[in-house]
């Protein structure tokens, strides 16, 4: 079964979310503390897999191209959007704001990344879930402590989580008919070190270093595959 992986990760994600609302009432100096360790190692994660890319030309346009596709769709816009609108069907207007960012940041933490691609390729190419059941564990755990801190947003990113690597896993079924494997092999290196910038931007955001707009960067782990190919192509 190709989605087994991906319903395993999605249900961890709703089982530590539930478990952080029992840790919801600890100081707010301990909830601050935590979030600066979690920012600290979601840097360190994203910079592991940044270094990966063999390719640093990839990366760049790939980030330009999608800061632009982006900024013109304002996608963080519409997620911040969708997450008030989902705020507003379960809390009062003044915690929607609590909803959205909770909504976003576990998203994002949980879909960016190489584990995501990686996982969902495996489930669908091979049958084999351990990579998408181990980043299950990992997304359970970091929901907890997520929760503690942004609320009860965080069990609502099992959404996208679930679409994304889903449809990965499906289309992986088919994929290598039409991608070489040394083509895909190599995408997935450049794909994984896009994904690791937009981490290293997330840490950077818990951590309120500097606000950026990590959603409207988004785009960069669509437009790397044509950027990819074409270098794959002439380089």
């Not at 994304?164 to 070190?193: K, M, S």
């Given at each position: 079964?190709?989605?087994?992986?991906?319903?395993?990760?999605?249900?961890?994600?709703?089982?530590?979310?539930?478990?952080?609302?029992?840790?919801?009432?600890?100081?707010?100096?301990?909830?601050?503390?935590?979030?600066?360790?979690?920012?600290?190692?979601?840097?360190?994660?994203?910079?592991?897999?940044?270094?990966?890319?063999?390719?640093?030309?990839?990366?760049?346009?790939s980030?330009?191209?999608?800061?632009?596709?982006?900024?013109?769709?304002?996608?963080?816009?519409?997620?911040?959007?969708?997450?008030?609108?989902?705020?507003?069907?379960?809390?009062?207007?003044?915690k929607?704001?609590?909803?959205?960012?909770?909504?976003?940041?576990?998203?994002?933490?949980?879909?960016?990344?190489?584990?995501?691609?990686?996982?969902?390729?495996?489930?669908?190419?091979?049958?084999?879930?351990?990579?998408?059941?181990?980043?299950?564990?990992?997304?359970?755990?970091?929901?907890?402590?997520?929760?503690?801190?942004?609320?009860?947003?965080?069990?609502?990113?099992?959404?996208?989580?679930?679409?994304?690597?889903?449809?990965?896993?499906?289309?992986?079924?088919?994929i290598?008919?039409?991608?070489p494997?040394?083509?895909?092999?190599?995408?997935?290196?450049?794909?994984?070190?896009?994904?690791?910038?937009?981490?290293?931007?997330?840490?950077?955001?818990?951590?309120?270093?500097?606000?950026?707009?990590?959603?409207?960067?988004?785009?960069?782990?669509?437009?790397?595959v044509?950027?990819?190919?074409?270098?794959?192509?002439?380089?």
């Amino acid at each position: 079964m190709a989605l087994y992986g991906t319903i395993i990760n999605g249900i961890l994600i709703v089982v530590g979310t539930l478990l952080g609302l029992f840790f919801t009432k600890i100081p707010e100096k301990y909830k601050e503390t935590v979030m600066h360790g979690i920012g600290l190692a979601v840097i360190l994660i994203g910079m592991q897999m940044a270094f990966s890319t063999e390719a640093i030309i990839v990366v760049l346009l790939s980030l330009l191209t999608g800061a632009i596709i982006g900024e013109f769709l304002h996608l963080e816009e519409g997620l911040n959007r969708l997450g008030n609108w989902i705020g507003s069907k379960f809390v009062s207007e003044n915690k929607n704001f609590s909803i959205a960012e909770g909504f976003v940041t576990a998203s994002l933490i949980f879909v960016i990344g190489a584990m995501s691609v990686i996982g969902a390729l495996d489930s669908g190419l091979r049958g084999d879930h351990e990579v998408l059941i181990t980043k299950g564990v990992i997304d359970g755990f970091v929901a907890l402590v997520l929760t503690t801190t942004l609320g009860f947003g965080v069990v609502f990113s099992v959404i996208p989580v679930v679409v994304y690597q889903g449809g990965i896993a499906l289309l992986a079924t088919q994929i290598d008919r039409w991608i070489p494997e040394e083509v895909l092999n190599g995408l997935i290196i450049e794909l994984t070190a896009v994904g690791g910038l937009l981490i290293v931007a997330i840490g950077l955001n818990l951590l309120k270093i500097i606000q950026i707009r990590v959603g409207n960067l988004l785009p960069a782990v669509i437009t790397v595959v044509p950027i990819y190919y074409v270098y794959h192509l002439f380089v």
